[in-house]
């Protein structure tokens, strides 16, 4: 898990996204307003549709952080 972070982490600073090629068959896309889908790291690593639910959990720590 780590060298696949250090690695992913290395290629966002030099190319601006993580996947510049498909890592365990997953590309990251960048979220979009239309498209609410970030990268899930696990065992099983996809994109994942942002649900309602993580929605108004963000919306806590906004709150809380004052952004």
Do not use: C, Q
């Amino acid at each position: 898990m780590s060298k696949l972070l250090t690695t992913m982490w290395s290629n966002f600073i030099k190319f601006g996204n993580p996947t510049p090629r498909p890592v365990d068959r997953v590309k990251w896309k960048p979220a979009t307003e239309e498209n609410r889908e970030y990268l899930l790291i696990g065992n099983k690593m996809h994109m994942e549709y942002l649900s309602n639910s993580l929605l108004s959990r963000l919306k806590i720590w906004k709150a809380a952080l004052n952004d």
